[in-house]
C-alpha cells in the first residue's frame, strides 16, 4: 500500500529532553495493511510551512504487542523533528505510509539465536522493537545490547530497557557507553575499533553471536563492518541501517542549468532545473506523482533510470555498485552532472 492514510496520535510521550514518543492508533480494518516486521519504519506526511514533509522513523513497538509506535529525536534544523517535538499535540492526525524496511528480524518460538545489536543515539529505535519482540516471541534466544550515548539523560528507552534486563536476566543484556559522562558500571567512550575489540576480548570473550544488528551513524557503522568479522561474523550475518549519514565528500555540486526530462507513466515532461537540486525535489515542485517516501535516500522507493546524461547521488547505502553502472538512481539523492538528464521512472 503506497497511499498514505490518516492515523490519530493517541500519545505523545516525552522520552528524553530532545525525544518524544508517538502513538499512532491503527483501525481495525487497516491492521492488515499495516502489520510489519520488527525493525521496519513509518514515512509520516505533514504539511510544514506549506509545505510538504515526508521523514521515515523507526518503529520502536514491536509486532506482537499490536502498536505502532515511533520514536523521534528532535534533529537541529530539522523541520519535522522540531514540528513533531514542539508543535504536534495528542489527538492530531498525521499521513502515515505503511511499514516499510528490510532491517528485519522474525524470531519465533524455535529461535534460539544469540542477537548482538549496536545502536548510537536514536539509533535504538528499530532495535528496541526487535529486542521486544525477541523477548515476546523467542524464549530461546537471547539478545545482547550495545548501546552508546552521550549521557544517561540523553538515552532514550533507558528505563525500559533495564526492565526488560531485570525481566530477561538469562536473555538479555545490555552494555552502555557515555561520551561525556561517568557513570558506574558502564563504560566511558563510544562504539569505535578499539572498544568494540576490548569488549571482544573480554565481557565478550567466548560467546558466539549468530546476527548483528547495527543502527547509528555512518561512522559507527563502518567501524563496525570492519572490525565484526575479526571477531567471526560473516558479511551475511551482520544487519545494518544508516541513520543520520553524512554527505559523500567526493561528489561534485555542479553550477548551473540543466535540462531535466522526466519520463513517468508513460509521458515526458521537461523542467529546467538547478543542478544543485536533488531531481526528486524538482520533480515534486513541477506537480508531477513520483514514487517517493523518505526522501532520505534510505527506502528505495524513489529509484528511477537515468537514460541520458549524467547523474550523481549525494548518499547511497541502497543500490549495488553495478546497478548505479546500469544506470539507477535514487532520485531523492541524485544531481545533475550534465546539461541534459533523461530520468526514467518507468524503467526502474
Ligand atoms: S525517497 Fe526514499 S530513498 Fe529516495
Keep these: 500500500m503506497t497511499q498514505a492514510i490518516e492515523l490519530t496520535v493517541t500519545q505523545k510521550r516525552p522520552l528524553t529532553p530532545s525525544s518524544v514518543e508517538l502513538t499512532l492508533a491503527v483501525p481495525e480494518e487497516l491492521q492488515t495493511n499495516f502489520a510489519f516486521k520488527a525493525g521496519q519504519y513509518l514515512t509520516l506526511i505533514q504539511e510544514i510551512d506549506h509545505a510538504e514533509v515526508r521523514r521515515s522513523y523507526s518503529l520502536c513497538s514491536a509486532p506482537s504487542q499490536n502498536t505502532w509506535k515511533v520514536g523521534i529525536k528532535k534533529v537541529s534544523g530539522g523541520t519535522f523533528s522540531t514540528w513533531a517535538h514542539d508543535v504536534l499535540k495528542e489527538g492530531a492526525s498525521l499521513s502515515v505510509l505503511a511499514p516499510q524496511g528490510h532491517f528485519i528480524i522474525s524470531p519465533s518460538a524455535e529461535d534460539q539465536q544469540h542477537y548482538l545489536g549496536f545502536a548510537a543515539g536514536s539509533g535504538i529505535t528499530p532495535i528496541m522493537g526487535m529486542i521486544q519482540e525477541v523477548m515476546a516471541l523467542a524464549p530461546l534466544a537471547k539478545f545482547t545490547l550495545v ?202
Design 147 to 348: 548501546y552508546a550515548n552521550q549521557s544517561p539523560e540523553e538515552a532514550m528507552f533507558l528505563e525500559e530497557l533495564e526492565l526488560l534486563e531485570n525481566n530477561h536476566p538469562d536473555r538479555f543484556k545490555m552494555i552502555l557507553f557515555y561520551s561525556r559522562a561517568s557513570v558506574q558500571n558502564t563504560r566511558f567512550g563510544r562504539i569505535e575499533s578499539g572498544t568494540i575489540k576490548h569488549l571482544f576480548q573480554n565481557e565478550l570473550a567466548g560467546v558466539t553471536f549468530d546476527q548483528f544488528l547495527l543502527c547509528g551513524p555512518e561512522q559507527m557503522i563502518q567501524t563496525l563492518k570492519e572490525v565484526l568479522p575479526q571477531f567471526g561474523a560473516s558479511a551475511d550475518r551482520i544487519h545494518d541501517e544508516l541513520f543520520f549519514s553524512s554527505a559523500e565528500g567526493a561528489l561534485e555540486v555542479k553550477e548551473g542549468q540543466c535540462a531535466l526530462t522526466i519520463v513517468l507513466d508513460g509521458e515526458s515532461t521537461v523542467l529546467h532545473i538547478d543542478k544543485n537540486t536533488p531531481v526528486l525535489d524538482a520533480v515534486l515542485k513541477h506537480d508531477l506523482d513520483p514514487p517517493y517516501s523518505c526522501q532520505g535516500g534510505v527506502c528505495s522507493s524513489c529509484i528511477a533510470q537515468v537514460t541520458q546524461g549524467q547523474a550523481q547521488m549525494i548518499k547511497n547505502q541502497i543500490l549495488t555498485d553495478s546497478e548505479v553502472a546500469e544506470g539507477l538512481v535514487l532520485t531523492c539523492q541524485a544531481l545533475a552532472q550534465s546539461d541534459q538528464l533523461t530520468v526514467d521512472y518507468d524503467q526502474a
